[in-house]
């Protein structure tokens, strides 16, 4: 590859998506040169607009319901889907051909996500994607968008950095980034959004953050977007002299966000028109969900206005005399938003889980307890001594404490563009501090909650060239396969299980860790399932550490690793001896290979990404 002129980041939001990126020749370290691009799309049938963010909707016509050329761009006349503004809008009106939360859908282990499943209430009549092709289609729009504007500067030519939640497992990561090739994306690495966002906050500080943050301090990076809620802990460490920054943990993977936020005020309003005598259908109430996330948006950015009209039509023929007209109000949004999702709790409060049916519908699996507190309570509370062995911490930790403290607050995602909601958050983390008497939390500000991602994307890969600070941590969590015990059978009891650790917490990318004492047989010619857990608080385990015990909750599922094994030169059913190795790649995935203890032939260990069907 050819020196790139530029370094791009793109978020790939669950709501929005945004390209912005730095030109490498004309910055000098952290003073950077970056621009964001305006994004072509139709905002209506036929009319084309540049916008600085591309919503994440996919829209999917009726072949009778637009005219010749409503749906061309720049770059083609062809296409017969619409992608961005006018897909959203376009898809609150016929809700039954919206694809949305796509990125939600592709980090769902409970469905084949190669399979078009989406929208995945339409019926039979209405065409269906992927979660894998939806992602790829609004990668390849960001594509054509920038070969479109930069015709001298080919995207693939180019760096570029696609985000991902922190949360995400190496299944959502290896998906991410076959979308992100199946769009045509050459040279790709993934980033972290928090760490992104983080970046982004160093870059636009333009040099003075090691002013705003000294050795000693852990920065809890929040980001709560349209469809996760992610959680971050970054230390501030000294090193030679210079300030250096070590991500310690990263939250659980919550589908928590913006989209449930909408679904609870459309069910407030569907109570007020309830109490009126006008019923809603399940079509309506999607339709319904959409208008109140305009409604919701237009509320919380603006607190003079007390009330936004909310209309939902009907699908009747005589659509404005059917029409179900309403409002949301101020006062209802602040306290549906504060009390459900950001309610004042003590420290020691955990998300509620409950016992799930034995049949559910197919749907996303979101989060049980809404309240974004309890879950931060979670995190802060099991990562208590997460920086008791890192240089200049020790012995500055209090012992005594119940959770992590951190010292600085990072707000990110458009929920936090809201005032009112990142005031809710600080408050209630400063009480905990408060309660054991530890420091008030400050807030870091400066950030730019629709284009941090995007920009703090484009600076990281401008920093893996060697220019800038980098956040040093690897894999946010350890890695671990089940190894079966080969006892005689017990009635009634299963057979006993162990974890080996094939990837250690912290694992540097490029770096192979190769299990040359653990033998595994593999059967060749046939699919064969290995149970795969990771754990974001075990820190002190090593490569080949054999777990005979484990707290419940320290190790946690995180789906399969499916390996099939050619029979070639072997017959079928032959048991193949092998050892595994672990590499975190340059891309930002974790890739399990393989390697046969004679021979040497090598098999690449995939992920499970086609899920089960439930």
Same mark, same amino acid.
């Not at 370094?7 to 003073?31: M, N, P, Q």
């Not at 966002?197 to 500080?205: C, F, K, T, V």
């Not at 230390?235 to 920054?245: I, T």
């Not at 891309?587 to 260990?605: F, M, P």
């Given at each position: 590859?050819?020196?790139?002129?530029?370094?791009?980041?793109?978020?790939?939001?669950?709501?929005?998506?945004?390209?912005?990126?730095?030109d490498i020749a004309a910055s000098d370290g952290e003073k950077t040169s970056y621009g964001v691009l305006d994004i072509p799309q139709l905002t209506a049938p036929g009319a084309l607009e540049?916008?600085?963010?591309?919503?994440?909707?996919?829209?999917?016509?009726?072949?009778?319901?637009?005219?010749?050329?409503?749906?061309?761009?720049?770059?083609?006349?062809?296409?017969?889907?619409?992608?961005?503004?006018?897909?959203?809008?376009?898809?609150?009106?016929?809700?039954?051909?919206?694809?949305?939360?796509?990125?939600?859908?592709?980090?769902?282990?409970?469905?084949?996500?190669?399979?078009?499943?989406?929208?995945?209430?339409?019926?039979?009549?209405?065409?269906?994607?992927?979660?894998?092709?939806?992602?790829?289609?609004?990668?390849?729009?960001?594509?054509?968008?920038?070969?479109?504007?930069?015709?001298?500067?080919?995207?693939?030519?180019?760096?570029?950095t696609v985000t991902i939640p922190a949360s995400f497992d190496p299944a959502a990561r290896e998906l991410t980034a076959e979308a992100a090739r199946a769009a045509g994306y050459q040279h790709?690495?993934?980033?972290?959004?928090?760490?992104?966002?983080?970046?982004?906050?160093?870059?636009?500080?333009?040099?003075?953050?090691?002013?705003?943050?000294?050795?000693?301090?852990?920065?809890?990076?929040?980001?709560?977007?349209?469809?996760?809620?992610?959680?971050?802990?970054?230390?501030?460490?000294?090193?030679?002299?210079?300030?250096?920054?070590?991500?310690?943990?990263?939250?659980?993977?919550?589908?928590?966000?913006?989209?449930?936020?909408?679904?609870?005020?459309?069910?407030?309003?569907?109570?007020?028109?309830?109490?009126?005598?006008?019923?809603?259908?399940?079509?309506?109430?999607?339709?319904?969900?959409?208008?109140?996330?305009?409604?919701?948006?237009?509320?919380?950015?603006?607190?003079?206005?007390?009330?936004?009209?909310?209309?939902?039509?009907?699908?009747?023929?005589?659509?404005?005399?059917?029409?179900?007209?309403? &409002?949301?109000? %101020?006062?209802?949004?602040?306290? =549906?938003?504060? *009390?459900?999702?950001?309610? /004042?709790?003590?420290? !020691? +409060?955990?998300?509620?889980?409950?016992?799930?049916?034995?049949?559910?519908?197919?749907?996303?699996?979101?989060?049980?307890?809404?309240?974004?507190?309890?879950?931060?309570?979670?995190?802060?509370?099991?990562?208590?001594?997460?920086?008791?062995?890192?240089?200049?911490?020790?012995?500055?930790?209090?012992?005594?404490?119940?959770?992590?403290?951190?010292?600085?607050?990072?707000?990110?995602?458009?929920?936090?563009?809201?005032?009112?909601?990142?005031?809710?958050?600080?408050?209630?983390?400063?009480?905990?501090?408060?309660? &054991?008497?530890? %420091?008030?939390?400050?807030?870091? =500000?400066?950030? *730019?909650?629709?284009?941090? /991602?995007?920009?703090? !994307? +484009?600076?990281?890969?401008?920093?893996?060239?060697?220019?800038?600070?980098?956040?040093?941590?690897?894999?946010?969590?350890?890695?671990?396969?089940?190894?079966?015990?080969?006892?005689?059978?017990?009635?009634?009891?299963?057979?006993?299980?162990?974890?080996?650790?094939?990837?250690?917490?912290?694992?540097?990318?490029?770096?192979?860790?190769?299990?040359?004492?653990?033998?595994?047989?593999?059967?060749?010619?046939?699919?064969?399932?290995?149970?795969?857990?990771?754990?974001?608080?075990?820190?002190?385990?090593?490569?080949?550490?054999?777990?005979?015990?484990?707290?419940?909750?320290?190790?946690?599922?995180?789906?399969?690793?499916?390996?099939?094994?050619? +029979?070639?030169?072997?017959?079928?059913?032959?048991?193949?001896?092998?050892?595994?190795?672990?590499?975190?790649?340059?891309?930002?995935?974790?890739?399990?290979?393989?390697?046969?203890?004679?021979?040497?032939?090598?098999?690449?260990?995939?992920?499970?990404?086609?899920?089960?069907?439930?």
């Amino acid at each position: 590859m050819n020196t790139p002129q530029f370094s791009i980041g793109i978020d790939l939001g669950t709501t929005h998506c945004a390209l912005a990126y730095v030109d490498i020749a004309a910055s000098d370290g952290e003073k950077t040169s970056y621009g964001v691009l305006d994004i072509p799309q139709l905002t209506a049938p036929g009319a084309l607009e540049n916008l600085p963010l591309l919503p994440s909707f996919l829209y999917l016509p009726h072949e009778s319901e637009l005219a010749a050329g409503d749906l061309a761009l720049p770059w083609t006349d062809k296409q017969d889907f619409a992608v961005g503004e006018l897909a959203r809008t376009r898809g609150a009106q016929t809700p039954i051909r919206l694809v949305s939360s796509a990125k939600s859908w592709l980090c769902h282990p409970g469905v084949d996500r190669r399979a078009a499943i989406l929208p995945n209430d339409a019926p039979p009549e209405v065409a269906r994607v992927s979660p894998l092709e939806a992602s790829t289609r609004y990668l390849t729009h960001l594509r054509q968008a920038w070969d479109a504007a930069h015709p001298e500067a080919p995207f693939d030519q180019q760096d570029v950095t696609v985000t991902i939640p922190a949360s995400f497992d190496p299944a959502a990561r290896e998906l991410t980034a076959e979308a992100a090739r199946a769009a045509g994306y050459q040279h790709l690495t993934l980033l972290e959004e928090p760490q992104a966002a983080l970046y982004h906050w160093i870059q636009g500080s333009a040099g003075r953050w090691r002013k705003d943050v000294t050795p000693g301090d852990i920065i809890l990076v929040v980001d709560v977007g349209g469809g996760t809620s992610d959680f971050s802990l970054i230390a501030v460490l000294e090193r030679e002299g210079n300030l250096e920054l070590h991500r310690v943990a990263v939250g659980d993977h919550i589908l928590l966000g913006g989209d449930n936020m909408d679904l609870t005020l459309a069910h407030v309003v569907a109570r007020k028109l309830a109490a009126e005598g006008k019923t809603l259908d399940p079509w309506q109430m999607r339709a319904l969900t959409h208008a109140c996330r305009s409604a919701k948006e237009s509320l919380l950015s603006d607190a003079s206005l007390d009330v936004q009209p909310i209309v939902v039509a009907s699908r009747g023929t005589k659509l404005i005399g059917g029409s179900v007209r309403t &409002e949301l109000t %101020q006062t209802e949004v602040r306290a =549906t938003l504060l *009390d459900g999702f950001f309610p /004042v709790v003590d420290a !020691a +409060a955990r998300p509620a889980i409950r016992t799930r049916g034995g049949l559910t519908q197919l749907g996303l699996p979101y989060a049980q307890d809404a309240g974004v507190t309890r879950h931060l309570a979670a995190l802060l509370g099991r990562q208590a001594g997460a920086t008791a062995e890192l240089e200049g911490f020790a012995g500055k930790i209090d012992a005594d404490a119940s959770f992590l403290h951190p010292t600085a607050v990072l707000f990110n995602g458009g929920v936090f563009k809201s005032g009112i909601l990142t005031e809710r958050m600080l408050a209630t983390l400063n009480g905990w501090l408060g309660a &054991e008497e530890a %420091q008030a939390a400050r807030m870091l =500000t400066g950030a *730019d909650m629709d284009l941090a /991602v995007a920009r703090g !994307a +484009a600076y990281y890969g401008y920093v893996r060239r060697g220019q800038g600070v980098r956040i040093r941590g690897g894999t946010a969590r350890a890695y671990y396969v089940a190894v079966e015990s080969s006892m005689p059978a017990i009635p009634g009891m299963e057979p006993p299980v162990q974890a080996l650790c094939i990837a250690p917490f912290g694992m540097e990318e490029g770096i192979e860790a190769d299990l040359q004492t653990q033998e595994f047989g593999l059967v060749v010619g046939e699919p064969v399932f290995l149970r795969f857990m990771g754990s974001s608080v075990r820190r002190q385990d090593t490569l080949g550490n054999l777990l005979d015990f484990w707290p419940a909750d320290e190790l946690q599922e995180l789906g399969e690793i499916q390996v099939t094994l050619p +029979a070639e030169g072997r017959q079928i059913g032959e048991v193949v001896q092998v050892r595994l190795r672990a590499v975190a790649t340059e891309t930002g995935t974790l890739e399990l290979t393989a390697v046969a203890t004679q021979g040497g032939e090598r098999w690449k260990v995939e992920f499970d990404v086609r899920g089960v069907s439930q």
